[in-house]
Each structure stands twice: as structure tokens, then as C-alpha cells.
């Protein structure tokens, strides 16, 4: 069942949203060569503790960290270690949720280590801009495949590749909702959105082709080609106006790291 939520409802979303872009920008700051991906997931924790609020991925289906950190060819679901050091030229996709008040917030970004090569800083950008030309057709009386009609459009015209194995979704009360949201499809199919409904958008996207496996940790997805990968979500609510980035980041990300 899809659930349209009322303003009040929006409200509060719209701070557990608030919360998750404030951890996803102080987290970006501290991304350098040289820090290890428990340092941002402890990071992670301790701000969305601090606030009152729950990490949402702890514990859920047995994942054991705050963040997902996926670095270079993993697409998402990477496990925050102590021994995963960052290293100038990689690319860190970083995923936070969090539940505040009985509402869940759920967002990610790909961010460069130092400098990058030419091919991961386009894969960055065009997926970036991917999220945003979905975002934009997150209107009343839209498809939902129209969302992921924009993102495939737009990355195949880039010679890039969508992953069709994991799909953006509903979100609210819980982190996973109706409806599922895939990155790629023929326009005009699926539920009509409406008014007051709230959608996690997510592209993953690949340099290389689209196939992906899970690592033996049964958590890490990578290319399957050993290709970089880029992760970028926004939580988004259907409005009578403009589509309302819940998650929206009102600290700005440092110049070089968006």
C-alpha cells in the first residue's frame, strides 16, 4: 500500500530529513586519504545519537554499522572497517538513515578522495545530475517508472550504465515502503504519483556494465567488472508545487567534494 502523508506528517519528515543531510555534510568534510571508513561511520553515530534520533540501517536485516561505505567498484552496502583507508583517487559513496519521531530520513552521496580520474569525476557529476532530473518528475499524475525513465535516459547518454539489481523506494514510518522505484524503464507505467507521497530516488550507476554480485559478506554489491560505481539519493516528497527534497543539505558541502 502506498501512503500519502499529510503536511504535519511532511513536517516531520521533512527534520529527520534535515538530520541525514547535516551527517552527510559533516561527513563529507572529513573525507580525505588517510581516514578509515569506521572513523565516519563512528562519526555518523555519534551526531544521530547526540540529536535524538536512531541510526536507521543498524541492526536492520543484521547490517552491522551506522553508514554504508562503498568505495570505488561497490556499489552500495559496504561495511564500514577499520581497515578500509581511503586513498587519494578513490571515490566513496557514503548512505545514511535515520529515524527521528517515528519518521525516517534517507540519503547518499558520492564523493572524490583527493584528486580523480577524468572518468570518475563525469560518473560523479552525471549521476548527480541523474537525481535531479528525477527528482524533477516527482509530480501528481506522473508514473513512477517516469522517475526512472529520466535516470536511465540520461546516464546511457554517457556511455554509463544503470543497476538494475537495487531500486529506490517509499519511504516513511519505515525505511522501505511501496512503491519500489527502479532506475531504468519505459516511461508512463506504474503507480500515478500523488500528492503527499514520499520517495527515497536513488541512481546507481556504473562506469562500466551494469552487472553487480554480492560480496561473501552477503552485504558488499560490486561491479561485476570491477568498473567504479556511483551512488547518489535524495528523500523527496510529492507536492501540489515542486517536489520537496526532504533531505535536502543546508550545510554546504566544502568546493571540490560535491
Not at 568505495?71 to 581497515?83: A, K, L, Q, T
Not at 580523480?116 to 501528481?140: M, N, Q, W
Not at 524503464?185 to 541512481?203: F, Q, S, T
Not at 560490486?222 to 567504479?228: A, E, G, N, P
Request: charged letters at 25%.
Amino acid at each position: 500500500m502506498i501512503v500519502c502523508r499529510s503536511a504535519a506528517e511532511l513536517a516531520q519528515m521533512r527534520e529527520a530529513g534535515r538530520l541525514v543531510g547535516e551527517v552527510l555534510s559533516e561527513l563529507a568534510a572529513r573525507v580525505a586519504p588517510g581516514v578509515s571508513t569506521s572513523e565516519l561511520d563512528e562519526l555518523a553515530e555519534k551526531r544521530i545519537v547526540r540529536a535524538g534520533a536512531t541510526p536507521a540501517f543498524k541492526g536492520y536485516h543484521g547490517y552491522p554499522a551506522t553508514i554504508c561505505a562503498s568505495i570505488n567498484d561497490e556499489v552500495i552496502h559496504g561495511i564500514p572497517s577499520g581497515r578500509r583507508v581511503l586513498q587519494e583517487g578513490d571515490i566513496i559513496s557514503i548512505d545514511v538513515g535515520a529515524a527521528l519521531d517515528g519518521f525516517y530520513g534517507d540519503s547518499a552521496i558520492t564523493l572524490p578522495v583527493g584528486q580523480v580520474s577524468e572518468e570518475a569525476a563525469t560518473l560523479l557529476r552525471v549521476t548527480e545530475e541523474a537525481l535531479f532530473k528525477a527528482i524533477d518528475r516527482a509530480r501528481p499524475g506522473a508514473r513512477v517508472s517516469d522517475i526512472g525513465h529520466a535516470v536511465q535516459k540520461h546516464v546511457e547518454s554517457f556511455g554509463f550504465s544503470v543497476v538494475r539489481e537495487f531500486v529506490g523506494h517509499g519511504i516513511g514510518r519505515r525505511m522501505h515502503e511501496e512503491p519500489q522505484i527502479p532506475n531504468y524503464g519505459e516511461p508512463g507505467r506504474g503507480p500515478r504519483l500523488a500528492e503527499g507521497m514520499v520517495l527515497a530516488i536513488e541512481p546507481m550507476v556504473n562506469a562500466g556494465k551494469a552487472a553487480v554480485k554480492v560480496l561473501a559478506d552477503g552485504w558488499t554489491a560490486v561491479t561485476r567488472d570491477k568498473s567504479l560505481s556511483a551512488h547518489f539519493e535524495h528523500t523527496v516528497a510529492v507536492t501540489a508545487g515542486d517536489p520537496w527534497i526532504l533531505t535536502a543539505r543546508e550545510v554546504p558541502v566544502p568546493a571540490g567534494r560535491r
